[in-house]
C-alpha cells in the first residue's frame, strides 16, 4: 500500500471553475500535510500547508484535513489557466526524517 | 536572501561515467535533504545530512550512490557508474533545523540524462 495515493488525472475545468484535487494517506500517525504545485519542467513549489482537522484558506486556495478518514483536498477557487500544473500532495509522519509524496494530480483549466 | 541553489541545472553524463550534483542550502540552514523524481512517479527520499553528517540515508540505493555535506562548501550527491535507469530529476531542500512542519522549499533541480 502507497503512502500517499492521488488520483493522477487528468483533471481539466473550465476558467473560472473550482478544481478539486483529493489525497489520501495511510499512516494515521501523519502529522503534517502539504500542497504543491509543479509547473513542467520545474520543481515544486509549496502553496498549502496544514496540520489539524478542518479548512484552511489561502486566497484561492483551501486545504482540507479529515483525518478520520486520512484525507486531504486542494480546492482551487476561480480557477486560472496559470493554474494548470501538477499538484503533490506530501505527508510527514510523527517518524523519520522524510516527506512521503504522491504522485501528483495534472489539472488543466481551459480557457 | 537566496533561495536554495541547485547546479547544474542540467547534466549529460555517459553510461559509467560519474554524476556529482551540487546543493547549496539557504543562508543559515544546516540541514539538506535529497529527493529524486524519476518520470511519472513523485518524488522520493533518498538522504537527510546535516554538516558533516548523514543523519538518515533510508532512501539512497545501496551501491553507487553516496552523499556528503562538509563544514564548508555545498552538499554533494554522488553518483559513480551511471546507469540509464539514473536518469531523474534531482532535488534538494533544506531547513534550518530538524523541524520539517513548515514544509520544504526545494531548490531547481538537477536533470540528469544518462546517454
Known amino acids: 500500500q502507497k503512502e500517499v495515493e492521488q488520483n493522477s488525472g487528468p483533471l481539466s475545468v473550465p476558467e473560472g471553475a473550482i478544481a478539486s484535487l483529493n489525497c489520501t494517506y495511510s499512516?494515521?500517525?501523519?502529522?503534517?500535510f502539504f500542497w504543491y504545485r509543479q509547473y513542467s519542467g520545474k520543481s515544486p513549489e509549496l502553496i498549502m500547508s496544514?496540520?489539524?482537522?478542518g479548512d484552511k484558506e489561502d486566497g484561492r486556495f483551501t486545504a482540507q484535513l479529515n483525518k478520520a478518514s486520512q484525507y486531504v483536498s486542494l480546492l482551487i477557487r476561480d480557477s486560472q489557466p496559470s493554474d494548470s500544473a501538477t499538484y503533490l500532495c506530501?505527508?510527514?509522519?510523527?517518524?523519520?526524517?522524510?516527506?512521503?509524496f504522491g504522485t501528483g494530480t495534472s489539472l488543466t483549466v481551459i480557457p | 536572501n537566496a533561495g536554495v541553489m541547485q547546479n547544474p541545472r542540467h547534466l549529460v553524463r555517459r553510461r559509467g561515467q560519474e554524476a556529482r550534483l551540487r546543493c547549496s542550502p539557504m543562508?543559515?540552514?544546516?540541514?539538506v535533504y535529497w529527493y529524486r523524481q524519476l518520470p511519472e512517479e513523485g518524488l522520493k527520499f533518498m538522504v537527510y545530512?546535516?554538516?558533516?553528517?548523514?543523519?538518515?540515508e533510508s532512501g539512497m540505493p545501496k551501491e553507487r550512490f553516496s552523499a556528503e555535506f562538509p563544514k564548508e562548501g555545498p552538499s554533494i550527491l554522488r553518483i559513480q557508474q551511471v546507469v540509464r535507469g539514473d536518469s531523474a530529476a534531482y532535488f534538494c531542500?533544506?531547513?534550518?533545523?530538524?523541524?520539517?512542519?513548515?514544509?520544504?522549499?526545494f531548490g531547481s533541480g538537477t536533470r540528469l540524462t544518462v546517454v
Open positions: 531542500a533544506s531547513s534550518p533545523g530538524p523541524d520539517r512542519n513548515y514544509g520544504y522549499t
Open positions: 499512516d494515521r500517525v501523519s502529522q503534517s
Open positions: 496544514i496540520y489539524s482537522n
Open positions: 506530501a505527508v510527514n509522519k510523527n517518524t523519520g526524517n522524510q516527506f512521503y
Open positions: 543562508k543559515g540552514h544546516s540541514h
Open positions: 545530512l546535516q554538516k558533516e553528517n548523514i543523519i538518515d
